[in-house]
């Protein structure tokens, strides 16, 4: 056994042994010893010393235990065994380490298969170079260009073309270059391309940065091969460059391509060392390109080099002054990049004067990656010394505030972690903090130049364990997207920041024992590192240390110096001088820099003075020199100089779609069919869609985001789709990937007529209210661009034009425009389209539901197949030939429906047989009556189901004569019906026997769910209940009882909770269950049934829901720990039990003070059903509503998806607690159902199922689309009705905070008994609210702090109209003691309901629960009122209507913070509309007249009063008004009157403003929904009188919201009345007009005497003058 702090306990296998031998040398990584032992010493030969025999053991050595000074060893079994060795013995022995020879046995492989040594040294004599094949191809400077057509051009003759050396500094343009080349090459027939690469990221780049966007274009014949290594793990790799790679069957590993497909792709991406593994001949290859030459030794280079032959075009590109591969075995004066065969090849050519050597080397000196002043420092420090060399050619854009060097100096201790031996264990927290400090810095103050702020663009470099400590300190800053990487990971990358932390210190460089500390010593090390920024690079470490140590102690002064000089230093208060000093006080280096005594004696200017080239003799770098000095600068007219921007990598500042031809993509798909997928576009946004594949099963969920990635297609496009991220597979249930549409290939049947409204700014552009539809660009009229154009497109094809509308700016609010999409061309990122109709804006319920038809091409009207067919059925000559059916019209059966239903398509029937009973559940047989394939079918298929509107009748699926009629289980009509019969043992209930079989029936009566729930009511009182079935009712209260016992059976703890309905009243759900439980029986025993019979069991649609993830219900467990233990339905499924409960409010349960007043009523009167529904119903209960939303949202959505195709379709239905379940029970109004009832009869009649597969698949996927579309219709038709009740009168809701959260600009609401009709919460922004100040997040008590402070009058009481301090208190809730509601749920559980009513009486506290304060401040002018918002409080909203985006919607108006204190969010929100009109014109640069200029700017400046007047928060409130109605009104028709003043009031209350010119916002609260109030109530009662009246409890209606409400207006003050009449009388009246009202009608109450109003006064601002 073996142990070390960082690994732990390792124990060898039986027999063996661990052995430790202490080593002289320092065995970290960045020692020479280190390195070799860590990457090449894999075994040992062992000796005992003296030796016994002549026997020697080979030994493993294990690296991972291994220490700074011991080396730890694995003993085999037989060395133990014959050496006597046993755990605590010591031995003397002998070592001797074998170092790795494989890869220098491959090395001299490749030298023995070198075909030609002429390949590598060509006779420059007898070569010849390339010949241009006409007009070559332009992709970048001169040089670039110069290296393109020596790569690409024609072989003149038979003579061998020499190898082309491409050398260029950093950011040249070399992988740039070698990649356009290879696209240029594949053009020409019969070639080959293989890229070699030192470094697998740099073979990456290729792939990611240069052929995908190539070959997504649309060139499936320049699709790469990239090879990898099978031991690398996937994971390692980027998502794009996977695509390209081969991999496993399941995905998880790489392997080694087949010869097919290798000689399928034209274009290979490898490392220089795999490309032995290609079994090809030599000459196979075309091209040869061998990138980063410099960085891989010579041998290396030969490896791919075996597979060239003479006519292989071969090119070698690289930076010799970058990193380059580490040699144990240098003499005098080498170095490692000698050893490279670009260079030994360089030289050679330099040696040879042949023109063809000349032309055979080329010199890149432009760059484009990094900005001026890097290129610049990195230029003289490691290239040439003086002269400009290396020139700046990207316009990469700097940081607009800092020099693009920084440096930080920190002296703070480096230590040291003995336990990390396998890395260098020194890190220097130090550093790491200030890096810290460097990155957030960066973050903050991004600069615009440098685009959106990515994380991922900033990389911390460093080594060894500083790498781990420091991402590990970003990631608690929330700083993980940050880079932080070793240097050794770096080549080929680039980033805008890079940020240096060198880690030692002046005292732990004495401690070190280390010779290779990189930042130190190596030049091309840190070369390398800085040439990867782009804009930045800000160096952290000890400048004394950096300045006087190793051989890269000039750059460093270099560095430090410049930094010093742009005060770019920190501190700022470090000098030259004082780091000079620092070096000079030293008395001794462990070990030291041989330059340091050298400088001792000079000045400090000289000291740091910029270093002469540090690579003088360097033959390359004076030929770089040399050329620099030819330089010809051209000027241009303007006399500036003529510098094009040629980035080396050229990319379009606009992204546009793309669109292939069809032929394209299919070649695409069939080169390429893992990247690229046939698919169904499901939009769900204009900028994301879902993509379903339609060629794999189980089909995959590809996700679509950017509304480029979504191209030029329409919800329902079956388009093509390249896969982007092949790694992303679990995004979503289905298994979704994340990819872009690349083409249509074929149009969605339906007609693309969208409904818009136009732009503000441009008349051309229309934007369609359906979110996810692009804007859509209407050609205007040449003569006359002023009016829209309302054309038609006929039969022909030719648009003509209609009609030309103009419209005023008023005009453009008020209409909607249908309009109708002709074309796409490319280039283009919106549609052409043209206006067919003009619609007036959806301000009723009928105008939005015709809006709604055209939205979602939905109409009443049938194809005239259809009706003949209908007319057939009716005629009994059309449909299926009918087999046998079972006579079931006699039996008791019923239906229960909403009232005034026509289409009915499930019945119920009751049997009594004795010792059992029989329920029967009929469902319409649709399936028997249309057969697959006719008019009617597909046009139910098109249609996809019914569509529902509140009141209105609904657009049928089937034809309303059929539907509605001939189809429905219309009571006393015979029907042919598809029968699931459920035999039940009366005495325990438990079903024996249930089986299908079609049949007729004859429904005895039809029922409104209200008429069976008061049947059920007045049967089911006996408990248990006494079962009959002498009459219907009875048998209704028999199905009643066993879907009960069902549900409970179903659900078991959670069977008394169910989502709050606005069609199913708590207390009142009897009726509703009934059928629902029916319904889910039925459904789940189709899904039984149909995967249980050999036909079916691959072919039924499945409604799936799986489980929600594990981690996320963790999450939600800790989150709300003691909130769940208070809700069953929460308990059920999260599953958290704690024996005690604490609640933030004092160990207390909220309730609804109405709903209070509710349950103790249902528990006077015994009534259960109402008391559990109260109980358990989370969704109107203020705490748990928000979790329970939360929860929901953790559920994944319901899909169908086809049996047995994939694991998700195996998982059955979470929430409904059914392993199978699907859609059968309502086939006349959705066409999934008839197609499940056609695989039912198939089975029972034996017959042959009429649909394959694909066939299903196809219709899940088109199912579960339409399924979202008719329920986002009911939503908005809903929401629709709601807004349109709220124009004719305003309503005040209760609503729930749904969260609070730290920096957050908003917080929402939820209103929970009206999810139906604002199904999402509402929105509040904090700048709505005129806080006095920012919110304050209490971090303690999860609450956000509001506070208000205003000036508030009352005409009666001037300033004495609020206390001086009060604690404000919520009466509209009701403290109940949280334990006491924990043993009520127990009670339930128990089902011991009279428990329930004596826990109720005791539980109820007398508290009241406070919210917040309010106070007068000193001068008792101004009110301040703070509240304390938490997750679950109640807000009382007070609900209006707006227009948006077209279509009328409820919009919150007025928030009651507390009685005698509102918020009016209409005008914070619009105060344009409130107190304004919109502007008509825009601004002119020249006037007609002083008329014109003012015509278009007093709107202009009284758009900008009012904006200002609002935002300055400075208005006044003053209560108790009595306001002077004038009868006549203006010529507008609005509403005048006066207010009246005495002037001692206002001198009082110190109201100076010019009366003249204020905006008002008129209130009058308290006013009754149904008539006039009684004078005696007041604002202050009306939010506690939330209980039932007598009436109500009578009728046992649940009301909850406020029966009041305020009447809001805004006005406009004119003009200010001070004559001398008023004056003796001390009055000043005020005229003003009402310019805004929501509500249309004007309530009575408003213009009575008696009536007395609250004025919010906002004064206009004075000007600036």
Known sequence: MIETRSWGMKFAAPGELYACIPSPYSLTPDSKEGYLLYRSVKTAFLAPDPPTNNRVYEVLVDSQFTTERSICLVLPKRCCFELELKAGTSLQVKVQFQIDCLQFRQWHHAVDRLLDERLVLPDVAACSTPQSRGLAPQIGNKKQNQALAFITGQAAGTRQIPPLLIYGPFGTGKTFTLAKATLEIIKQPRTRVLICTHTNSAADIYIRDYFHDYVASGHPEAVPLRIKAVERSVKSTDPITQQYCCLSPNRDAYRLPTKEELERHRIVVVTAMLSQELEVAPGYFSHILIDEAAQMLECEALVPLCLAARETRIVLAGDHMQVTPKLFCLQGGEQSADHTLLNRLFQYYQKEKHEVAVKSRIIFNENYRSTSGIIDFVSRHFYVGKGDAIWAKGNVPPHPEFHPFMFCHVAGPAERDESMPSMSSWYNTSEIAQVVEKVQEMSQRWPDEWGALELGQICVVSYGLQVMVARQELRKKYLGEVKVESYENLPGKQFRVIIIST???????????????????????????????????????????????????????????????????????????????????????????PDLDDDDGSDTDSWFSDAESVNADDPILQELLDESK????????????????????????????????????????????????????????YDRASAFTLDDVPPLNIQIRGRVHCGMAFTGDQVLVEVLQANLAQAAPEGGLHGKVVGVLKKAGRDRTFICTVDEFDLRVMIPIDRTVTKIFVPGLKDDPNVIPIRTLEKSGKIKLKARKRLTQEGKKRSLFAVQIVNWREGFYYPLGIVTELLPVASTLE????????????????????????????????????????????????????????????????????????????????????????????????????????????????????????????????????????????????????????????????????????????????????????TLEDCIAVAYHFSR????????????????????????????????????????????????????????????????????????????????????????????????????????????????????????????????????????????????????????????????????????????????????????????????????????????????PADIEVLCHDFNRKTGLAAAYEKRAHSLELA?????????????????????????ALFPLDKESISDPHVIPYRALQLVAQPILMEGRNTVKLVWRRRIYSMTTAKECTPKWSVLRDKSVTLFNAQAWCDVLVAIRSKDFEKIISLLEKGQSVQLRSVGSVRRSKCLHYAELELELSAGDVLHLQLTSDVQRGFLMPLAQLWTVTPGFDVCLEHTGKPIDCFSKHATQASKEIYRDAGAYRKVWLPLLDIEAVSCAVAENDSIVLRDVKIVWEKKRTKNGQLQGTLPFTK????????????????????????????????????????????????????????????????????RTEECTDNEKNDQRGELLVLFHIHFMSMEKVPVEVTQESSRFTVELIPELLPDV
């Not at 930042?519 to 070369?527: C, E, G, H, K, Q």
């Not at 349109?1284 to 929402?1308: I, R, W």
């Open 630 to 685: 030819d330089v010809v600068v051209t000027v241009s007219e303007e006399g500036l100089l003529n510098v094009a921007t040629e980035a080396s990598v050229p990319r379009s500042s606009r992204q546009e779609y793309v669109n292939f031809p069809v032929p394209t993509m299919k070649k695409f798909l069939s080169m390429h069919p893992n990247m690229y997928k046939r698919c169904e576009l499901v939009k769900e946004g």
């Open 503 to 593: 880690v030692h210190t002046r005292e732990s460089l004495g401690q070190s024992s280390s010779f290779n500390l990189d930042f130190f010593n190596d030049a091309r090390l840190l070369n390398t590192v800085m040439t990867r920024a782009q804009s930045q690079i800000i160096a952290v470490g000890d400048a004394v240390a950096l300045c006087s140590y190793g051989q890269c102690s000039k750059v460093w002064k270099g560095l430090v110096k410049e930094c010093i000089e742009k005060r770019t230093v920190t501190p700022e208060s470090l000098t030259l001088e004082e780091i000079k000093q620092a070096v000079c006080d030293r008395t001794s280096w462990s070990r030291g820099s």
């Open 1544 to 1611: 001692d009031f206002l001198k009082q209350c110190a109201i100076d403003v010019d009366f003249s010119y204020c905006y008002l916002c008129i209130r009058l609260s308290g006013l009754k929904v149904d008539g006039v109030p009684d004078d005696a109530e007041a604002l202050s009662q009306s939010l506690q009188n939330l209980s039932l009246t007598k009436d109500d409890a009578e009728a046992g209606k649940l009301l909850v919201d406020p029966a009041t409400y305020t009447w809001v207006a805004h006005g």
């Open 1045 to 1252: 016992i069902h549900r409970m059976f179903r659900l078991q703890d959670d069977c008394y909770y169910d989502q709050l309905d606005k069609d199913c009243p708590l207390g009142q759900r009897y009726s509703h269950q009934m059928v629902q439980e029916f319904m889910i029986m039925f459904n789940s025993f189709v899904g039984e049934f149909l995967t249980n019979k050999d036909p079916t069991r691959n072919l039924a649609p499945l409604r799936c829901q799986v489980e929600p993830n594990p981690q996320q219900m963790s999450g939600m467990r800790k989150k709300y720990r003691d909130l769940i233990p208070l809700s069953t339905h929460l308990s059920h499924h999260l599953r958290a039990q704690t024996p005690e409960v604490h609640l933030e409010a004092g160990g207390n349960f909220v309730l609804l003070t109405a709903l209070w007043d509710h349950l103790r009523s249902a528990a006077s009167a015994r009534d259960f059903p109402k008391m559990l529904d109260i109980i358990t119903t989370d969704d109107i209960h203020p705490k748990l509503a928000p979790v329970n939303l939360e929860f929901r949202k953790l559920l994944g959505r319901s899909y169908f998806l086809r049996s047995n195709s994939s694991a998700q379709s195996k998982a059955g239905h979470y929430s409904l607690h059914v392993d199978s379940y699907t859609w059968a029970s309502s086939p006349i109004r959705r066409y999934l159902d008839v197609v499940v009832q056609r695989q039912i009869i198939s089975v029972l009649s034996k017959k042959p199922v009429p649909y394959s």
């Open 1284 to 1308: 349109v009740q709220l124009k004719d009168q305003v309503q005040q809701k209760v609503a729930f905070v749904m969260n609070v959260e730290a920096a957050a600009k908003s917080f929402k």
């Open 847 to 1030: 105008e939005g539901l015709r809006v709604l038809d055209v939205e979602y091409c939905l109409t009443r009207q049938y194809p005239p197949t259809v009706n003949s067919e209908v007319d057939r059925i009716a005629s009994g000559t059309f449909g299926l030939a009918k087999g046998s059916r079972r006579d079931c019209r006699a039996y008791p059966t019923f239906t229960v429906d909403p009232p005034g239903a026509r289409d009915l398509d499930d019945a119920i029937s009751i049997r009594d047989l004795g010792d059992e009973y029989e329920i029967g559940v009929h469902i319409a047989d649709m399936a028997s009556v249309i057969p697959k394939g006719c008019a009617l079918d597909t046009e139910a298929k098109n249609r996809g189901a019914s569509y529902y509107a509140p009141g209105k009748e609904p657009v049928c699926m089937f034809p309303p004569s059929l539907s509605q009629d001939l189809c429905s289980l219309l009571p006393q009509k015979d029907r042919d019906v598809i029968s699931l019969f459920i035999l039940v043992e009366k005495k325990t209930d438990q079903v024996v026997k249930g089986f299908f079989t079609m049949s007729t029936i004859c429904s005895d009566r039809q029922l409104t769910y209200e008429e069976a729930e008061g049947v059920i009511k007045n049967h089911c009182k006996a408990e248990p209940p006494v079962l009959r079935f002498e």
